[in-house]
């Protein structure tokens, strides 16, 4: 079956949905591990301090913002893909995040968040 052709006005409506929303969402690697969690966020181009990253029961959430850089003077855009704003990513997980320690590290534009699960320390 043919699929059916879709008209300018169509288009622009589907790509003015896409563009909606003030943030982009980093693309995000989730590993269990025998402790608890890692998490890899892809987030070339911003840097470690415009990076919050918050807990709250099951939930994680990253957010920051990617800020465009002068290379040269700038002149006419010819072609401009890449998102120079806000970027959020919420995950939620399988267990209660609070009681977890939490690391992070930043390498090579990837964000590594590790959760582990606390040790009882009696």
Partial sequence: MATPRRTAGELFVSAARAYHSPYWQPAVDVYETARGW??????????????????????????????DVRIEEKRQSFCMEISYNRFERVLELPCDLNTMELATQYRDGMLIVVLHCQENKS
């Avoid at 890899?40 to 470690?48: F, S, T």
Wanted: aromatic residues 4%; proline residues 3%.
């Fill in 38 to 67: 890692v998490l890899k966020y892809e987030l070339a181009g911003v840097a470690p301090e415009d990076i919050e990253v918050q807990v709250a029961g099951r939930t994680i959430a990253v957010r920051g913002v990617r800020r």
